[in-house]
């Protein structure tokens, strides 16, 4: 069993419309949990952490934590064609980090 | 906010040469940097997680005498390619974190062995 799983996609919404995306996660000792965004060609880059459970907006991001279930997600409301990436999910454990294979999205105009 | 950097962006070598690649935390101290490789259209894959004035801890599968990594100070950590070959030929990102914190990622290097 992987550490940190993802539904690889690819995920399509509507611009405009709400993509949410999930991740599952297997030790339960876990304390950290980040969203990161990769375009193609980039880097990672972070646009979410959530250290408790329930969630925490961010602008138009929501992260949601129940760590019962062991699991993250990521809502992006009001979805634009600049949110098309692939979104990593990442758990912290300890010293280690584990992420995910990613999400892809893609917004269609 | 955490800025990670690295050197150079991208690199082009001949077969058999050594590239070095240097990753720095631009306005932190990172207690812990990470090297990573990924390929097209892949996922991606940690290759050594190194902590300052230590030996780096490499990943199964990834050759610690192919992949030299140096952590010499709390801001620099270099990651050198031995012999490239044109397999080595990836984008090699780096990342930087305090402990209990976020990794900040850099921008990372696209290295083409021919």
């Known amino acids: 069993q992987k550490e940190v799983e993802q539904n690889s996609g690819p995920l399509s919404v509507p611009e405009g419309a709400i993509a949410s995306l999930n991740c599952t996660y297997s030790?339960?000792?876990?304390?950290?949990f980040f969203w990161y965004r990769q375009y193609s060609g980039k880097s990672p880059e972070l646009i979410m952490s959530?250290?408790?459970?329930g969630d925490k907006e961010d602008g138009r991001f929501t992260a949601q934590l129940n760590k019962a279930s062991q699991y993250v997600s990521l809502l992006i409301r009001d979805s634009q064609p600049s949110d098309s990436a692939t979104y990593l999910c990442?758990?912290?454990?300890?010293?280690?980090?584990?992420f995910g294979t990613g999400t892809s999205l893609t917004v269609i105009p | 906010g955490a800025v990670v950097s690295q050197h150079p962006s991208w690199v082009i070598c001949k077969s058999g040469t050594s590239v070095k690649i240097e990753c720095r935390s631009l306005?932190?101290?990172?207690?812990?940097m990470f090297w990573y490789r990924q390929f097209p259209k892949q996922s991606l894959m940690l290759m050594a997680t190194?902590?300052?004035?230590?030996?780096?801890?490499?990943e199964q599968g990834v050759e610690k005498d192919k992949f030299l990594i140096n952590h010499a100070s709390l801001t620099l950590s270099t990651l050198t390619v031995t012999s490239a070959h044109p397999e080595d030929s990836s984008f090699y990102i780096c990342?930087?974190?305090?402990?209990?914190?976020?990794?900040?990622f850099g921008p990372g290097t696209r290295l083409t062995v021919t």
């Open positions: 990342s930087a974190r305090v402990v209990g914190s976020e990794q900040y």
């Open positions: 030790d339960r000792g876990s304390q950290s």
């Open positions: 959530i250290y408790s459970n």
């Open positions: 990442a758990v912290n454990t300890g010293n280690q980090f584990y």
């Open positions: 306005d932190f101290q990172a207690t812990t």
């Open positions: 190194s902590n300052e004035g230590s030996k780096a801890t490499y």
